[in-house]
């Protein structure tokens, strides 16, 4: 069973790959709580088609993916790191963890950590409209 730590269905995407595979799945975010009594977790989303269902509850999952990113609100931060603290505590593995994420969702900066690495990457410019048209000019897709 396979978790999600995501914003309201924002990784559609990846439990539509789960589900293509046979992986059951499903988005836990700020709004989820863990009921260790029950070994479940309560208020959770999966998708079914194009469709989206709010579920009671699920068993506790084998993973999390964590795409749990709650930039703008503090509250929902500290809810989503309270569970994710608990779902740690009781054994449960992350893959992708937030604390790793900061170099990743900066695209210049991990540009430049592969360059510096010799790492083969596709060009990369700060966004400037003089920029924009070069790189227009020289790819056929961007």
Known sequence: ???VFATHRSRAGLLDKANELNIASYIVNWQSKVDLKNN???NVWIRAGNQWFRLKKRPLPDVIY???VYKNSRKRKEKVNSLKEQLSNIGIPFINPEEAMGVVNNKLG???LMQNN?????ETKKYKKSNLKKMIAKHELL
């Open 1 to 3: 069973m396979l978790a």
């Open 118 to 122: 010799q790492i083969a990457h596709p």
């Open 40 to 42: 479940c977790i309560k």
């Open 66 to 68: 964590d795409f749990g």
């Open 110 to 112: 991990f540009a430049q």
